[in-house]
Nanobody
């Protein structure tokens, strides 16, 4: 199994910054994509940003130019730098990875979520 532990959420004023971090641990053999999703109250979970093992990135249109995703393949970590935060960025943010262990084929794994609240 793979465990994902997130950190870095909190309360910030509009225009502020936060950095989310996620560390993957367990009997990891290989990690493919790592990503951040978010879910606001009464809304569906949506992809915020993703990064491949080779470093290719993808961003939701709503965060382009404000958020930056990065990863450290040696440490199995993924970060999300969030700048110029807006109240509409308020949500629970989830770390996600598609990974293989020494016992299982590739499958999806999710963190427990971290709350980000942006006040106006």
């Amino acid at each position: 199994q793979v465990q994902l532990v997130e950190s870095g959420g909190g309360l910030v004023q509009a225009g502020g910054t936060l950095r989310l971090s996620c560390a993957a641990s367990g009997s990891i053999r290989s990690i493919d994509t790592m990503a951040w999703f978010r879910q606001a109250p009464e809304k569906q979970r949506e992809l915020v940003a993703s990064i491949s093992s080779g470093g290719s990135t993808h961003y939701a249109d709503s965060v382009k130019g404000r958020f930056t995703i990065s990863r450290d393949n040696a440490r199995n970590t993924v970060d999300l730098q969030m700048n110029s935060l807006k109240p509409e960025d308020t949500a629970v943010y989830y770390c996600h990875t598609f990974a293989m262990t020494y016992n299982t084929a590739y499958k999806n794994y999710w963190g427990q979520g971290t709350q980000v609240t942006v006040s106006s």
